[in-house]
């Protein structure tokens, strides 16, 4: 990456006499007035071909007047250069930055309006996109959002498959208001192979490379309004995470390793010091020094460099049961420890080589069983930025009976053995965690039965079901977007326990509203902890009304 060198800022000015017809419909004041604000500029890669490319720029002007004097400044990734430009006039070279101002006849960019150049570059098989850029001396991207203000940590999973089964797309992010109120984002899921190590793939179940970084994403679903170049290499939900971090630098994207169904290897990765350094080795190359393996024309070395700023671990679970096929040993408890341990060092040194620090997190089950059996808590969590505590799916469809599936306190009515939030985050405080590295999972999805009798007290909570209630995606569970729109149920609620559920007679879910949003969010501030985690954000509705909740309860 080239270092930009210091630049004469300064717009220049056309001279009346070189000014094309078009431009002399515009006065110097009326241009002047012109808020840099207003500017913004899109870049696509419209071609590439064996050491060319081409690249198309846009300048975006939201003001109600015509602009006639603007300046673009920009670098160009290590390896790229430009061959030549046309439509506007271009100085500068690959080492020392790019400065584009309107050719000599002129180029207006009207009111509400935008204009177009472009140019021919070289590259090494790199990305071309834009760095350090700049129009009129403001952020290409316009001015950046700086985030929540609040102090205390809002993370949110967003789901690789979410863009093709839920139509839920990084753009959507912006969109419903809610990425200007997160702090980080865990993308999910990075698969870990048989031999141990991170990989990309497009082999159904195992990865979806398309998915990642191989999906042209088009003009209205990208997060600045300009589609993927066909033959770019970072494309699809990579790409679009780098410009969304353009947009807001305080945003932290951490890639998430493992899952319910990618955790089958952890064991045998975590085994021993060598397989450790080897897992360890191969993730860090392949997301955070980004180096994406070539797939469908899209990857490539250090491609994706930027995209990502630490690692979330999810193994589900050392030591205990988790997936059928997972490999479970008693030792995972000191090799989760110890690949804990391998994590930070390598990161560390990354970060020393880089000048960055690079984030080290974990998902953490509910229930002291899994803690004791699967973590050395004391020895974990001095490697740990902070940990992302499981806070649902304390009961669901595998279970005959309908309950709340995420209640803060114990339910008096309760029937069997009661798990709760607060015994959860209670057995990670007594085991020494600091409650400002816990941060608190919430759901924005719902579990339902079916078959369900009213019971004693009409609200058909706690008795028995035939069955999983129908759901959009899969039985037994459903988004909060469409458990809100749900029409005749009955919506009941426990203020005390943070829970809400909908019953109609036959059909029950219990799900988080805005209500019980703001409730749980409220008990993570009063007792301290480091802010509250989100599994996922797709289940949120175009509005972000779930996210909007819980920004405002942590004071945002």
């Not at 094309?20 to 419209?46: C, I, N």
């Not at 195992?206 to 679903?221: F, N, T, W």
């Not at 309004?225 to 947009?247: I, M």
Request: glycine share 12%; with cysteine.
């Amino acid at each position: 990456m080239s270092s930009r060198r210091l630049r004469n800022r300064l717009a220049v000015l056309a001279a009346a006499a070189l000014v094309a017809p078009l431009a002399l419909f515009v006065s110097p004041a009326a241009a002047e007035e012109t808020d840099a604000a207003d500017l913004t500029v899109t870049y696509v890669e419209s071609a590439r071909w064996n050491t060319g490319y081409t690249g198309e720029i846009t300048v975006h002007n939201a003001s109600g007047t015509d602009l006639t004097d603007w300046t673009l400044e920009f670098d160009l990734p290590e390896g790229s250069r430009i061959h030549e430009l046309w439509n506007a006039a271009l100085e500068g070279s690959a080492e020392d930055g790019y400065t584009v101002t309107p050719p000599r006849w002129g180029a207006v960019v009207p009111a509400g309006g935008t204009y177009e150049f472009g140019f021919n570059g070289v590259h090494t098989d790199g990305n071309s996109h834009l760095l350090d850029c700049t129009v009129n001396g403001s952020p290409c991207a316009g001015e950046p959002d700086e985030g929540p203000q609040h102090g205390d940590l809002s993370v949110a999973y967003f789901t690789q498959w979410g863009v093709q089964e839920r139509d839920y797309h990084v753009r959507d992010l912006v969109d419903s208001g809610s990425a200007e109120k997160l702090t980080h984002i865990n993308y999910a899921f990075g698969n870990v192979g048989s031999d141990g190590e991170c990989f990309m793939t497009n082999e159904p179940d195992q990865g979806d490379a398309r998915a990642d970084y191989g999906r042209a994403v088009p003009a209205s679903e990208s997060v600045d309004g300009a589609a993927d170049g066909p033959d770019q290499p970072l494309r699809g939900n990579f790409n679009q995470l780098r410009k969304l971090k353009e947009r807001y630098p305080n945003l932290a994207v951490s890639v998430s390793l493992g899952g319910w169904n990618w955790s089958e290897h952890f064991s045998d990765a975590a085994l021993t010091p060598e397989s450790r350094e080897r897992m360890v080795s191969s993730c860090i190359d392949l997301y955070l020094r980004g180096d994406l393996p070539v797939i469908d024309g899209a990857g490539g070395e250090g491609v994706a460099y930027g995209v990502f700023d630490g690692i979330d671990l999810d193994w589900e679970w050392p030591a205990t049961s988790g997936n059928p096929h997972n490999v479970v040993r008693p030792e995972d408890r000191e090799n989760f420890t110890a690949l804990v341990r391998e994590f930070r060092e390598q990161l560390d040194e990354l970060g020393e080589e880089t000048g960055r620090h690079f984030e080290l997190s974990s998902f953490m089950p509910a229930g002291p069983w899994r803690i004791d059996t699967g973590y050395e808590l004391d020895e974990i969590m001095p490697d740990l930025d902070f940990i992302t505590v499981q806070g649902y799916d304390y009961h669901g469809t595998w279970e005959d009976s309908t309950n709340h599936q995420s209640n803060l306190v114990a339910d008096p009515r309760d029937p069997g053995a009661v798990i709760s939030t607060e015994t959860t985050v209670q057995a990670y405080l007594d085991r020494g965690v600091d409650p400002r590295k816990i941060v608190l999972g919430v759901p924005f999805y719902g579990q339902g039965w079916t078959g369900v009798e009213p019971g004693p007290e009409d609200d058909g909570l706690f008795q028995p079901a035939t069955g999983p209630a129908s759901g959009t995606y899969a039985d037994g569970t459903e988004e909060y977007r469409n458990l809100k729109e749900l029409t005749g149920f009955d919506l009941y609620r426990d203020d005390d326990l943070g829970t809400a559920w909908l019953y109609d007679g036959e059909t029950f879910w219990t799900y988080d509203d805005e209500t019980a949003m703001t409730q749980k969010t409220d008990w993570v501030t009063g007792n301290g902890l480091g802010g509250v985690m989100i599994w996922s954000i797709d289940g949120d509705d175009a509005n972000g009304s779930l996210m909007n909740a819980i920004d405002a309860a942590l004071g945002g």
